[in-house]
Structure formats: C-alpha cells, structure tokens
C-alpha cells in the first residue's frame, strides 16, 4: 500500500534528470547555508527557503511539481534510490574536479613563489661604458 496515495504518477511528474539537478542543487545550498554559522536555525532556514525558491526558478519548476515528484519518487524506492545514485555520482565527479583545481592552485601559487625568490636573488650584472 502506497503512502498517502504518492504511487499514483502525477501529471507534472519531473522527470528522473531533472530531479537529480534539482535535488543536487539544493543539497550543496543546503550545506553552504549550514556553514554560514547563523546563530539562529530560524535565520538558517530563511535563507534556505530563499535560495531553495531561486533553485526551482533557475530550473523553470514551480513549487507543487517538484514536491508532487519528490513525493512521488519518495515512495518508489528503487527510483528515488537511483536518483541519489546519481546525485553521488555527480558530487564526486566535483569533488574530484575541485581537489584537482585546488591542486593546480596551489602549484601555481608554489611556481609563482619559486620564481619571485629566483628574481629576488638572481645577481645583478651591470656593464659600463666607455
């Protein structure tokens, strides 16, 4: 038995993509937003309403359809467990990403230090003139 009637596909049923960039999306925000340290959950979650309202429109979903089909998917397990896959699958690929840029950051910072002390300490040479 079905919970609250959610086995029934919706008409604006999004679909399996969308909700991985969607869920995705909000989980990053939802992890910035409690790191940001408010000192109240009250101004935290604010915040994320805001930021969780700017994710639905910068997917062009309105409100009801993601949570009909996040209800939906809620009660077919292997479904939404496969949309989670995916969504991990995502996150590491930018981890992986991440830690790479972070790493050819930090050699280039290295590079860029080892030059300017080679500048630093490289003799000077002058000539003179006649």
Known sequence: MAACGTSDKPSNLLP??????????IHLTESKVNNLAMGSSDSSL?????LETDILKKHQVDTAAFRKSYQYY??????FK???????????VK?????KSDAL???AKKDSS?????KETAPVTTTTHP
């Open 46 to 50: 604010a915040i994320f309403k805001k």
């Open 114 to 118: 080892k030059t300017k002390i080679v």
């Open 82 to 92: 496969a949309i989670y896959n995916k969504i991990i699958e995502h996150l590491e």
């Open 16 to 25: 399996e993509d969308k909700m991985v960039d969607i869920l995705e999306d």
């Open 95 to 99: 981890k992986k990403a991440a830690s």
């Open 74 to 79: 809620v009660a077919q397990p292997e479904e």
């Open 105 to 107: 950051k930090a050699k």
